[in-house]
């Protein structure tokens, strides 16, 4: 066994329980049924694809992420224990710190992608800047990507960064019941049923 291998053993003996359980749950749903269709993606968009797929264990793999990035962070493992919307924006914010301390940038989507995972739909202009900060991430990672990425995949991409962005305008149209993130899966194949209908009537 090598060294490094060691190491990282001993750091994982050093995590929660319950960390460290969601930490292996969601390396092995990676392995498991890893999308070729994402490779390349930025995470935000990966993690939008997830969520439209039913993936399981998504908040898992994003926790397992989290440790590779930034091991041991202490906020991580109380998201584990307690995935409420409080301590996901507490840890969306610690890991926005973390990008600006450690100067690296990458951590933001970290913390996107847990505002993404945490965020419920919206009823007023509570966390509205969470919200405005997750749709223009999403949107900024679609436009790079949309030129190079198959016709389908931009179509899935397409449909939730823009039903992400509608939310505030239509929650009198979707459940309370989902996170902001499945309802906008929702509204974003909503937004584009006429035009679908109307192309197959031209075909």
């Known amino acids: 066994m090598s060294a490094d291998r060691t190491s990282d053993d001993a750091d994982d003996a050093d995590l929660p329980a319950v960390?460290?359980?969601?930490?292996?749950?969601?390396?092995?749903?990676?392995?498991?049924?890893?999308?070729?269709?994402?490779?390349?993606?930025?995470?935000?968009?990966?993690?939008?694809?997830?969520?439209?797929?039913?993936?399981?264990?998504?908040?898992?793999?994003l926790i397992a992420e989290i440790n590779e990035l930034c091991p041991n962070l202490p906020l991580n493992a109380a998201w584990a224990a307690a995935p409420d919307l409080g301590t996901g924006l507490a840890l969306a914010a610690e890991l926005d710190r973390c990008a600006v301390s450690q100067n690296e940038p990458n951590l933001r989507s970290l913390a996107d992608c847990v505002r993404l995972l945490c965020l419920p739909l919206p009823r007023d202009a509570t966390y509205f800047e969470e919200y405005r900060r997750?749709?223009?991430?999403?949107?900024?990672?679609?436009?790079?990507?949309?030129?190079?990425?198959?016709?389908?995949?931009?179509?899935?991409?397409e449909r939730f960064a823009f039903g992400w962005a509608a939310l505030p305008a239509c929650t009198d149209l979707l459940s309370k019941n989902f996170s902001a993130a499945v309802n906008a899966t929702i509204l974003g194949a909503n937004m584009v049923e006429r035009r679908i209908a109307a192309a197959k009537t031209a075909v």
């Open 19 to 61: 960390q460290r359980d969601a930490v292996s749950t969601g390396a092995a749903a990676d392995s498991a049924d890893w999308d070729q269709r994402l490779k390349g993606l930025p995470r935000l968009l990966r993690f939008a694809m997830l969520i439209s797929g039913n993936a399981r264990h998504i908040k898992q793999r």
């Open 134 to 157: 997750v749709g223009k991430a999403l949107v900024q990672a679609f436009r790079k990507i949309e030129g190079d990425a198959e016709e389908q995949l931009c179509c899935d991409l």
